[in-house]
């Protein structure tokens, strides 16, 4: 077994406990979380599956993660603002429909 | 002339002009309205200069900066590519204009429209253009995320609800699609969608990242059972920007998944992940308009509707396999374009209604004879296409479409079909029949003019197309994965 | 790359990766889940130079931990105090559905793994494609040319989401302090004179490095941002006048730029994006400065997390020293 | 082998105790104020180890000064941070341990 592939197998791990992680919570805040921690699995994957080449690493999948993790910040921004806007308004931090949280 | 309208890269101002928009908008919020009427008129503008292009000369490519792929990315105009450019400016057009009256100046919630319309208006036209897997995760999340601002706009608790709910599932399933890219580049060393077609294996790491990418994509087109973020969030936004999210925006992941199944993956997806497709497309047909006929309210009944509507386009999947790919292809592709412009149309008459009686309760819009009715003739109109009825668009549509059940053998598709039309019309009726009711209501205001004129000429150019379908059809198939002839009619 | 003595390492750190993780998701005070998570992204950036990709441990560490961290420290602060201090558990399933979810992620996990062995043994990746355009591009480092001409595009649109994220905020509400009063110390007082002039100029530094090593706009950006919430933390604040039309226009500097370079191609006959060659290098460094510029004001708006308000941020400073502070 | 490499090995080795004796403070001693000096002190100390060692292995005087420009500036850093989080805790209400309990 390879180098890379032991990461990105560790991303696919990744990835499947973040949206363990964004069905099981109700927190918003603990969603927005396990989105990010998928999306780092997603980038570790994504690199490390393209770090198998020989020679010097290929540049362009890192350019795309880049891409990818400034995106994520944008989403998760959004995400924050608009938790903070549903805690402002309703005094709940979860979506409406779900069990109140203990 | 033309040899300027023939090579110039018209497609690519149906991208920069809103772009530049968005921002001048968010600039100078006062001159927002003139800016989105400008550009909502050289969008069609644009539009119709590409049609023009591809009618006469073909599909064409753009590489961008000058670099070939793989190394670049790749713009394609191609049939369906210009279909969803029509959709988009004719939604989009229809939505601006609607939109100028709808929005007051003194309202907040104009400040922050416009800017991210355009935004969404822009990164829709590049989505529909991209040649490139990853590009194609970019613009997805532009238009996810000012879809998301824009179901927020109003701020009302519900809306809020909604927008997040499909936040999070616009984030689970743009990084699922991204995971999938990321095993193809790894495999294959390039994301160019021509390239990929040529080179694609169809082994198990490809089915892989086909399924990773046909989740996230599934998820984010609201296919019955993942539906359950859409009817919130699109019936508690604003009515123009419902009527953007159900006519324009549900229709991004859709062709990306269209693009993958059939350019890319033609040999990788198997006989049977088609039928599921198809069958969770039934599905949505069956349960989108059982929830439509129980709804109270006119907006969840129409967002309702277009769950149900979603599974049409599914039926491509399955019916595409074989001698009716080329009808079955068409018939979507004109039923984007037929339900994209009646959708629409119909939230722009529910955002009338609502201004007009201060709700949209269904129970209480009863004896809406006046004012009331003659928006509600404009809903009759929109709900032709929607239903199906000839001379429509949507009837030729689906009309193209029970042609190829029935060449493909496939009778239960057709059988979902037929009981999909009569359900739709089950649940347009009921709406219809309040305007036949007897009560005592108090007369209405009648709706300003450009409240009522949008709806009625797009509902008007929905049907309409239904006669001059020859040439959607045509542009449809030019560049398309599927070829072959339309089997206009078919004796079983 | 093969196995060699770093392999305990290798093996340890995806485990220790996967713990930080799950122990972030499980936690039941928020904040210590927060704090995992940043500590997580310290670690991620570690992992990156193993896989040799120092620009992406540099943006994870400066965006995944810095600005993800900070975002989500002031949301929890704000969250609390709107809604209560509340500690997250799962919420209660039914068996069947926690069967159903659990056997499904498992059955994914072992289907993508499984599907893993079919990956090519000798990937063609485009690196040597890369550097053999390297030299027309305008830049001299790989990362950089991919980013800012040979995928261009992606940018331009990453930028537009970055902007796109802002009006979000915006119109979602008003700026809300999660600070009840600037911090203060007369510590902090020495450390943001020596610091500040410290993190612009190693901003100034890595967009610069950009053009031939590691680092570029978007780790620049986030330094200067950097700067810029230490400053607001310590009670400095936009003047009023500034925060209308002004703020607006250098947020959208640097994508308009990015625009108006791009369409020099399709206006001069040439493709989107395209630029004439004599002006590569120019235009790529142009918009390379005023994109760091606008990013890093943006990523410092989305903290602050709210439309400007015109107001102070801040009750009135309650010593004398603050009001030295102000830059 | 090298001196050098002798050196930067002695002084990595000499590095993980203060690390390692940060980390214990950090868990298991009882409030905020004992486990920021266990933080910052250990800490500190041992990563001007580790920087000197690696400063050894540097190819040019200019990264080693980079590298002990880093030393200075989380030296910097940790101090401010630790006094801003024991001026908070302390106005927040909370008594540094006393021996007690």
Known sequence: ?102 | MDAVLLTHPWSVWTIIVPLAAAVLAFLVPRRAPLAGIITALSVALFVAATAYRIFLAGPHTQMLGGWQAPLGITLRADGPALIMLLTSGLVGLTVSLYATGYFTAADRQQRYFWPLWLLLWAACNALFLSGDLFNLYVTLELVTLSSIALAALNGSPAALDGAMRYLLAGLLGSLSYLLGVALIYGAYGTVDLTLLGQTVRADGLSRAALALMTAGLLLKTALFPLHFWLPPAHASAPPPVSALLSGLVVKAPLLILFRLWFEVFPDTATAGMAHLLGILGCGAIIWGSLMALRQQRLKLLVAYSTVAQIGYFFLLFPLARGEAAATAWVGVFLLVLAHGCSKASMFLVCGTITRLAGHDRLAGLAGAGGTLGARLLVFALAAVTLVGMPPSSGFIAKWLLINAAIVAGQWWYLATIALGTLLASGYVLRVLSLAFTESQSPPLPVAPRILRWPPLALSVVAVLLGLAAFHPAVLTLAGAPVSGIILLEMVP | MTPGPLLLFDLLLPAVLLWLAWRSLTSSDLFRAVILFIAFNLLLALAWVRLEAPDVALAEAAIGAGVTGTLLLAALTRIESAAGRRLSRPARWRPAALVLTGTALLAAAAGLLWSLRLLPTMPGGLGPLVDRHLAESGVDHPVTAVLLNFRGYDTLLEVAVLLLAVIAIWCLDEAVPFLQQPLESPLLTGFNRMMLPILLLSAGYLLWLGSHAPGGAFQAASLLAAGLLLALFSGASLPAQWSGLPLRLLLVLGFLAFLAAAIIGPLTGRALLHYPPAWVKPLILLVEWLLTLSIALILTATVIGGRPTGSRPYPPPASPAAEGRQR | ?101
């Open chain 1, 1 to 102: 077994m390879s180098v890379p592939l032991i990461y990105t197998a560790a991303g696919i791990f990744l990835f499947l406990l973040g949206t363990y992680g964004l069905v099981a919570y109700a927190h918003l805040l603990r969603k927005i979380l396990a989105a990010n921690i998928m999306g780092s699995g997603v980038f570790m994957a994504f690199i490390a599956v393209a770090g198998r080449t020989p020679g010097a690493p290929d540049p362009v999948p890192h350019a795309m993660v880049l891409t990818g993790i400034v995106v994520t910040v944008a989403f998760t921004s959004v995400a924050l603002a608009l938790a903070v806007r549903i805690a402002r308004t309703s005094s709940r931090v979860h979506l409406s429909g779900r069990d109140e949280e203990q």
């Open chain 4, 1 to 101: 082998m090298d001196p050098r490499d002798i050196l930067s090995i002695v002084f990595l080795l000499a590095a993980a105790p203060f690390f390692l004796a940060g980390t214990i403070g950090l868990l298991r001693f009882p409030d905020v104020f004992c486990r920021l000096h266990a933080l910052t002190k250990a800490d500190n100390l041992g990563l001007g180890l580790i920087v000197i060692a690696l400063a050894l292995q540097a190819d040019t005087w200019l990264q080693s000064a980079r590298l002990l420009l880093i030393w200075l500036l989380v030296m910097l850093s940790g101090a401010t941070v630790a006094h801003l989080i024991a001026r908070t805790a302390l106005r927040a209400g909370r008594k540094p341990w006393s021996g007690r309990s």
